[in-house]
């Protein structure tokens, strides 16, 4: 089984080193990338697991097209990258298993299933201390909202990851169309670590969360502390200093197939607790159907349409030839 990676980078150097690297560590075999036009070191990055075999870089210049963009990568890791799975992601998420790897997973879906849905887990932004983002980003959003507050939006809840199809079609947050598409509903065995990392030039200052309010949030239970990231890029992370000129890849990769991080499959306590915050959200899912049904009748409804004229346009052109014998 084939597992590929897409990802549309601009200006992520902070990050994009650790995403890469982490899922190549993880389980995901190849990574495709589209860079538009960053400046700040992410294609010189992203280079350097071109040259080593890791990454297929397609550069764009101008205006974003993401659902065309995504869809052109979709598709080629079917077509010319032999995937059987692809997960579109972006740089700012890390999909967690709960197995050994990403691998282990997908692997046990039973084959008419083509799309398995992944819990996001939002990780809150934090001051920016010099520390790289998951030494000090250890707090997530709890699933279990305290009393005044309100459930985590349906739209953000959940990610798709899709068997590769050439026909495919990927719209924004991965959300997929065309080909077969049969979701395997319910059941959510990846966690999406999603780390709201923005600079001052991004986001207003009150978004970030000081030690005051996390201390609060946390005592609420509205936050959780979850260091899983943070431990995985401890082990990843390269100790030796980096050679003049080279860019900035800081963590290891898998050596003959083998690699240094251990995914290791959630316990019965853990598994226990999962399941209380997936019943907090119900069949969160549904938003997605419902939207794929509404796409369903408006098309249904235009194939109708035209049907209508076509065979109005028919009758009228035998009509036509049938007064003109009369006469």
């Known amino acids: 089984m084939k597992l590929v990676l897409t990802l549309m980078p601009r200006d992520e150097a902070d990050i ?16 495709i990338a589209t860079d538009n036009e960053s400046q700040d070191g992410t294609t010189e990055i992203l280079r350097s697991y071109e040259r080593d075999g890791h990454l297929h870089l397609i ?15 979709a598709r080629l890791a079917a077509t010319d990258f032999g995937a059987d799975w692809v997960i579109d992601s972006d740089v700012r998420e890390f999909w967690w298993p709960r197995a050994e790897s990403l691998k282990d997973v997908l692997v046990a879906i039973p084959g008419r299933y083509t799309v398995v849905q992944a819990l996001v887990r ?8 010099g520390r790289p983002f998951a030494e000090r980003m250890t707090a997530r959003r709890s699933l279990r ?6 459930r985590e939006p349906l739209e953000s809840a959940l990610r798709p990851v899709f068997r590769a199809d050439s026909r495919i079609n990927v719209g924004p947050r991965g959300i997929a169309s065309g080909g077969r598409r049969v979701p395997l509903r319910a059941w959510y065995p990846i966690e999406v670590l999603r780390f709201h990392i923005e600079s001052a030039e991004r986001t207003n200052l009150e978004g970030i969360v000081g ?3 996390l201390a609060r949030a946390l005592d609420d239970g509205a936050l959780v502390v979850d260091t899983r990231l943070r431990d995985a890029l401890r082990t990843l992370r390269i100790s030796s200093p980096k050679e003049a000129g080279a860019p ?3 963590f290891s990769l898998p050596d003959d197939g083998k690699s240094r991080l251990v995914l290791r499959p959630p316990d019965v306590v853990d598994d226990a607790a999962y399941a209380v915050e997936c019943a907090e959200l119900g069949e969160v899912d ?14 249904l409804a235009e194939l109708e349409s ?8 028919k009758l009228s052109r035998i009509a036509g030839r049938l007064g003109r014998r009369s006469r």
């Open 59 to 73: 550069r764009e210049c101008g205006e974003v097209q993401e659902s065309g963009w995504r869809t052109r990568m």
């Open 145 to 150: 909202p305290a009393a005044d507050e309100a």
């Open 122 to 129: 939002h990780f809150v932004p934090r001051p920016d201390d």
């Open 248 to 250: 900035a890849r800081q």
């Open 306 to 313: 035209g049907f209508s004229q076509r065979l109005r346009r």
């Open 211 to 213: 030690d005051d309010a």
């Open 286 to 299: 549904i938003t997605v159907l419902e939207r794929q049904v509404q796409d369903l009748e408006r098309r």
């Open 16 to 31: 994009v080193d650790a995403q890469i690297a982490y899922h190549l560590n993880a389980g995901v075999d190849f990574v």
